[in-house]
């Protein structure tokens, strides 16, 4: 487990963290506030000292609204005052490394892989994994190439095929 995946358990654990609605209650307890203003171009999130701004179009309380504030709240919570960094062209493996550190905390926070592994040694289908964790199938299908990436051996156990 990396160290994104290590703080996404430490906040599961810490705010009893079992449903993505349960977000909600972690921002507010970090004193993190989200707005909605329009973002151009491909930024889909914007943390300015303790908000998370989405852009105007997102569903806060959708699927996709739960895995981007996720996703935000890794931004937030690993690389605070780093933000910089995405503008600068000589910086770009820095912002990849962001990025990806980002969604390793989404992916955890949102599917934890002692669950996932669980349920994927019961060969769980794509459409219930998607239910059970209340994730979109594009956020399922990345969570579990991450976890072929990270776990190859026992990755082989969902093919994915089917998300």
């Known amino acids: 487990m990396n160290s994104s995946q290590q703080r996404a358990h430490e906040i599961r654990r810490r705010y009893?963290?079992?449903?993505?609605r349960d977000i909600d209650r972690v921002l507010k307890a970090e004193n993190i506030q989200v707005v909605?203003?329009?973002l151009k171009g491909r930024v889909?999130?914007?943390?300015?000292?303790?908000f998370i701004g989405l852009p105007l179009s997102l569903e806060r309380h959708s699927r996709e609204g739960h895995e981007l504030l996720a996703h935000a709240l890794g931004h937030y919570l690993?690389?605070?005052?780093?933000?910089?960094?995405?503008?600068?062209?000589?910086?770009?493996?820095?912002a990849w490394q962001?990025?990806?550190?980002?969604?390793?905390?989404?992916?955890?926070?949102l599917i934890p892989q002692a669950a996932l592994v669980?349920?994927?040694?019961?060969?769980?289908?794509a459409a219930d994994l998607r239910e059970y964790f209340q994730v979109s199938a594009d956020f399922l299908k990345?969570?579990?190439?991450?976890?072929?990436?990270d776990n190859p051996d026992t990755a082989n156990?969902?093919?994915?095929?089917?998300?």
Not at 157 to 163: R, Y
Request: glycine share 2%; no cysteine.
């Open 16 to 20: 009893r963290f079992t449903h993505p």
């Open 157 to 163: 156990t969902h093919s994915g095929s089917e998300i």
């Open 36 to 38: 909605h203003f329009p």
């Open 142 to 149: 990345r969570r579990l190439e991450a976890f072929r990436e």
């Open 44 to 50: 889909k999130e914007v943390i300015v000292l303790n």
């Open 78 to 94: 690993l690389h605070a005052g780093n933000q910089p960094f995405f503008h600068l062209d000589k910086e770009r493996v820095v």
């Open 98 to 109: 962001m990025e990806h550190q980002a969604w390793d905390f989404a992916f955890e926070l």
């Open 118 to 125: 669980r349920l994927l040694r019961k060969s769980w289908n």
